[in-house]
């Protein structure tokens, strides 16, 4: 029932004769009776400020994302902490600028009897990726080091270490994540405006997360399909979210992320007030 064309970026959206003629670079690309964007971001408000969706454009352009740093670094051993080593999986930090977000991935994914390397993901403040941002996709090398250092920086403060005890990481790599997590929310399923029948999905409607993704998805395809079975017998009620109003969204720093929907245990640790444990 679907048919997939990799790779193709679509450009240009054109109504047409009650059809979405799509085009990339000027190259046809097929036509259709709707149109999904499953995007955010500078791309998807390009496609839509020529769409002829004001309201489509208008709700896409109020979400607000973040721009993070996110350094992935590997250690021989187990990272240290004040009173002994880090036994958690992931981590909420505070208290300090550069690092808002760590997670040990091997812990995640071997439990406490992985032997080998013990690989890290760490996310810099929103604030912080702000303060040094570049184009993510030619980041200077002096920008990447400087970035790389204070995380680490961070890291090490965030465990309560001794300035400079940190282990020094055996691979690193730092990136920008131009787009990141959004700080504002409509809170919905999905958008649908079933005149120009074009929808909005995504994880950002409902929270930041691979279910959220998934949720608005599939909410989306079946409200399509019932517009779409109607014939467009009365459009106006098939109008989702066309005119609500995006709330911010109450989290961390960097947003929603891996709080949505569940119920965390977060405790604080006796000698570290700077950060708190997400287990």
């Not at 309201?55 to 009173?83: N, T, V, Y």
């Amino acid at each position: 029932m679907v048919n997939v064309v990799r790779p193709c970026w679509i450009s240009k959206l054109e109504p047409f004769n009650g059809m979405w003629h799509l085009s990339e670079n000027g190259k046809p690309r097929g036509e259709f009776d709707a149109i999904v964007i499953a995007h955010n971001g500078k791309c998807a408000n390009r496609l839509l400020a020529s769409s002829g969706l004001p309201l489509i454009a208008r709700q896409m352009k109020r979400l607000d994302l973040s721009s993070i740093w996110a350094l992935l670094a590997a250690f021989e051993h187990h990272l240290p902490m004040g009173d002994g080593n880090v036994t958690f999986q992931g981590a909420f930090v505070k208290g300090v600028d550069s690092v808002s977000w760590m997670a040990n991935n091997s812990l995640k994914l071997l439990g406490s009897q992985g032997n080998g390397p013990h690989c890290w993901t760490f996310f810099s403040t929103a604030a912080y990726g702000k303060q040094n941002k570049v184009p993510q996709e030619n980041i200077p090398s002096q920008t990447a080091e400087k970035v790389k250092t204070s995380m680490l920086e961070g890291v090490e403060a965030a465990l309560g270490l001794p300035k400079g005890s940190l282990p020094r990481p055996i691979y690193s790599r730092v990136q920008l994540w131009g787009a990141a997590l959004p700080t504002n929310t409509p809170g919905i399923p999905c958008i649908f405006d079933p005149h120009g029948r074009a929808g909005i999905c995504g994880d950002w409607l409902l929270g930041s997360n691979l279910e959220s993704a998934a949720l608005s998805g599939m909410a989306l395809a079946n409200h399509i399909a019932d517009y779409l079975q109607s014939d467009g017998a009365c459009p106006e009620e098939f109008a989702v979210g066309l005119e609500k109003e995006f709330e911010a969204i109450e989290g961390h720093d960097i947003g929603q992320f891996a709080l949505a929907g569940v119920e965390s245990s977060l405790k604080q640790h006796n000698e570290m007030s700077a950060f708190q444990l997400a287990t």
